[in-house]
Protein backbone atom coordinates (compact mmCIF):
# COMPACT_ATOMS: atom_id res chain seq x y z
CA UNK A 1 0.00 0.00 0.00
CA UNK A 2 1.86 3.69 -1.09
CA UNK A 3 2.31 5.62 1.85
CA UNK A 4 3.43 9.34 2.57
CA UNK A 5 3.36 10.18 6.23
CA UNK A 6 4.28 13.91 7.34
CA UNK A 7 5.84 15.04 10.58
CA UNK A 8 7.18 17.43 12.04
CA UNK A 9 4.52 20.22 12.29
CA UNK A 10 4.32 22.49 14.93
CA UNK A 11 3.41 25.94 16.28
CA UNK A 12 6.45 28.34 15.87
CA UNK A 13 7.09 32.19 16.29
CA UNK A 14 7.35 34.53 12.98
CA UNK A 15 10.63 34.72 12.05
CA UNK A 16 11.36 30.86 13.61
CA UNK A 17 11.97 28.05 11.65
CA UNK A 18 11.13 24.40 11.51
CA UNK A 19 11.62 21.31 9.26
CA UNK A 20 8.75 18.81 8.35
CA UNK A 21 9.44 15.34 6.60
CA UNK A 22 7.74 12.83 4.80
CA UNK A 23 8.21 9.01 4.91
CA UNK A 24 7.19 7.33 1.89
CA UNK A 25 6.53 3.79 1.45
CA UNK A 26 4.78 1.21 -0.83
CA UNK A 27 6.35 2.72 -4.19
CA UNK A 28 9.77 3.11 -5.84
CA UNK A 29 10.68 6.08 -4.26
CA UNK A 30 13.74 7.69 -6.06
CA UNK A 31 11.97 7.24 -9.50
CA UNK A 32 9.56 9.59 -8.30
CA UNK A 33 9.94 13.51 -7.87
CA UNK A 34 8.15 14.69 -4.91
CA UNK A 35 6.18 18.18 -4.09
CA UNK A 36 5.50 20.08 -1.02
CA UNK A 37 1.93 21.38 -1.24
CA UNK A 38 0.11 23.85 1.49
CA UNK A 39 -3.73 24.51 2.30
CA UNK A 40 -5.04 27.03 4.64
CA UNK A 41 -8.89 27.17 5.81
CA UNK A 42 -11.04 28.29 2.86
CA UNK A 43 -8.39 28.48 0.34
CA UNK A 44 -7.10 26.41 -2.51
CA UNK A 45 -3.56 24.44 -2.19
CA UNK A 46 -0.70 25.47 -3.09
CA UNK A 47 2.32 24.65 -4.72
CA UNK A 48 5.41 25.19 -2.51
CA UNK A 49 8.53 23.09 -3.40
CA UNK A 50 9.15 20.42 -5.69
CA UNK A 51 12.25 18.37 -6.52
CA UNK A 52 13.23 15.89 -9.07
CA UNK A 53 13.86 12.05 -8.65
CA UNK A 54 17.57 12.75 -7.76
CA UNK A 55 17.25 15.58 -6.15
CA UNK A 56 19.28 17.80 -8.82
CA UNK A 57 16.12 20.13 -9.82
CA UNK A 58 14.09 22.07 -7.01
CA UNK A 59 11.58 24.46 -8.32
CA UNK A 60 10.10 27.05 -5.33
CA UNK A 61 6.82 28.68 -5.13
CA UNK A 62 7.19 32.53 -5.03
CA UNK A 63 5.56 33.05 -2.02
CA UNK A 64 8.31 30.91 0.11
CA UNK A 65 11.56 31.13 -2.17
CA UNK A 66 14.83 32.30 -0.67
CA UNK A 67 12.74 30.93 2.94
CA UNK A 68 12.41 27.36 2.11
CA UNK A 69 14.49 24.34 1.20
CA UNK A 70 13.17 20.98 -0.56
CA UNK A 71 15.57 18.02 -0.23
CA UNK A 72 15.63 14.44 -0.21
CA UNK A 73 17.44 10.84 1.04
CA UNK A 74 16.75 8.18 -1.54
CA UNK A 75 18.36 5.72 0.79
CA UNK A 76 15.77 6.50 3.46
CA UNK A 77 12.67 6.76 1.07
CA UNK A 78 12.39 10.51 3.13
CA UNK A 79 11.25 14.20 1.66
CA UNK A 80 11.90 17.03 3.88
CA UNK A 81 11.37 20.80 3.93
CA UNK A 82 13.42 23.28 6.06
CA UNK A 83 11.33 26.20 5.94
CA UNK A 84 13.19 29.45 8.02
CA UNK A 85 12.05 32.97 8.44
CA UNK A 86 8.83 31.81 9.32
CA UNK A 87 5.39 34.49 8.60
CA UNK A 88 1.95 34.16 10.22
CA UNK A 89 0.64 33.62 6.95
CA UNK A 90 2.87 30.21 6.02
CA UNK A 91 0.30 29.08 8.78
CA UNK A 92 -1.61 25.70 6.65
CA UNK A 93 -1.73 22.31 6.80
CA UNK A 94 1.33 21.03 4.75
CA UNK A 95 0.88 17.94 2.08
CA UNK A 96 4.21 16.09 0.85
CA UNK A 97 2.61 14.41 -2.80
CA UNK A 98 4.59 12.00 -5.41
CA UNK A 99 4.55 12.83 -8.84
CA UNK A 100 5.42 10.17 -11.87
CA UNK A 101 5.68 12.92 -14.31
CA UNK A 102 9.02 12.99 -16.31
CA UNK A 103 9.07 16.98 -16.70
CA UNK A 104 10.95 19.62 -14.72
CA UNK A 105 7.43 22.04 -14.08
CA UNK A 106 5.77 20.76 -10.95
CA UNK A 107 3.52 23.51 -9.73
CA UNK A 108 0.40 21.35 -9.95
CA UNK A 109 -1.44 19.22 -7.72
CA UNK A 110 -2.78 17.44 -11.16
CA UNK A 111 1.10 16.11 -11.29
CA UNK A 112 1.06 13.69 -8.32
CA UNK A 113 -0.13 10.53 -7.93
CA UNK A 114 0.26 10.02 -3.89
CA UNK A 115 -0.54 12.41 -0.93
CA UNK A 116 0.35 11.64 2.53
CA UNK A 117 -2.55 13.37 5.57
CA UNK A 118 -0.81 16.43 6.04
CA UNK A 119 1.11 18.05 8.98
CA UNK A 120 0.16 21.25 10.81
CA UNK A 121 2.01 24.39 10.77
CA UNK A 122 1.41 27.55 12.87
CA UNK A 123 2.95 30.37 12.94
CA UNK A 124 1.89 33.15 15.30
CA UNK A 125 3.12 36.91 15.40
Known amino acids: QVQLVESGGGLVQAGGSLRVSCAAS????????MGWFRQAPGKEREFVAA????????LYGDSVKGRCTISRDNVKNTLYLQMDNLKPEDTAVYFC??????????????????WGQGTQVTVSS
Open 97 to 114: AASGYSGSYLPSPSLYDY
Open 51 to 58: ISWSGTNT
Open 26 to 33: GFTFKNYA
